[in-house]
T-cell receptor, first 107, second 125 residues
Framework: DIQMTQSPSTLSASVGDRVTITCRAS??????LAWYQQKPGKAPKFLIY???SLESGVPSRFSGSGSGTEFTLTISSLQPDDFAAYYC?????????FGQGTRLEIK | QVQLVQSGAEVKKPGASVKVSCKAS????????MHWVRQAPGQGLEWMGW????????HYVQEFQGRVTMTRDTSISTAYMELRSLTSDDTAVYYC??????????????????WGQGTLATVSS
């Protein structure tokens, strides 16, 4: 199974900050990586696919990059609505696996 | 608009089974894979498998093989996930989630653009 490791586990930031979350795969997954946002008590929301393609309707302050084993999710200017948990997911091979999550909290 | 509406919360005893339903609307149910993902309290997301609603074909994570069955009823656009021999480790919110791309396009069939609201299954004696 491909292990996905996110860092940091928790990130404290302020509105307006630029933040980056890293996701590392235990083996190369090319660009078969997606990102989701999840708020407490809610289902995940789809943000990015193919490592860097923004889902329709997702604000442009979100961006993704990377290939192979290292990937990043960047939020260019944090908004109050962005404080949530973020998960990466590889869909290169079965079983599909997720990172353990990064909790983005208000400083 | 696409909607996935799941059945309500369940409380089960160890050793019992739980069956969660997921009713789809707003799109052609038989045109997209339906996946199941679970999340234990305070934990991350765990993929369980998928069903092809057109053929009924399934793919399960090895960990759940023999314990999980995914089915569908195309007449009512509903997918089901049954998990048997429950233990306390199966206490989780269970989500259904639609694959992004249609069945014939594998490029996005394993990522999820629409999710159900989740069904909490609690296993407790």
């Amino acid at each position: 199974d491909i292990q996905m490791t996110q860092s940091p586990s928790t990130l404290s930031a302020s509105v307006g900050d630029r933040v980056t979350i890293t996701c590392r795969a235990s083996q190369s997954i090319s660009t078969w990586l997606a990102w989701y946002q999840q708020k407490p008590g809610k289902a995940p929301k789809f943000l990015i696919y193919k490592a860097s393609s923004l889902e329709s309707g997702v604000p442009s302050r979100f961006s993704g990059s990377g290939s192979g084993t290292e990937f990043t999710l960047t939020i260019s200017s944090l908004q109050p609505d962005d404080f949530a948990a973020y998960y990466c997911q590889q869909y290169y091979s079965y079983p599909i696996t997720f990172g353990q999550g990064t909790r983005l909290e208000i400083k | 608009q696409v909607q996935l509406v799941q059945s309500g919360a369940e409380v089960k005893k160890p050793g019992a089974s739980v069956k969660v339903s997921c009713k789809a609307s707003g799109y052609t149910f038989t045109g997209y894979y339906m996946h199941w993902v679970r999340q234990a309290p305070g934990q991350g997301l765990e993929w369980m498998g998928w069903i092809n609603p057109n053929s009924g074909g399934t793919h399960y994570v090895q960990e759940f093989q023999g314990r999980v069955t995914m089915t569908r009823d195309t007449s009512i656009s509903t997918a089901y996930m049954e998990l048997r021999s429950l233990t306390s480790d199966d206490t989780a919110v269970y989500y259904c989630a639609r694959g992004l791309t249609p069945l014939h396009d594998s490029s996005g069939s394993n990522i999820y653009d629409y999710w159900g609201q989740g069904t909490l299954a609690t296993v407790s004696s």
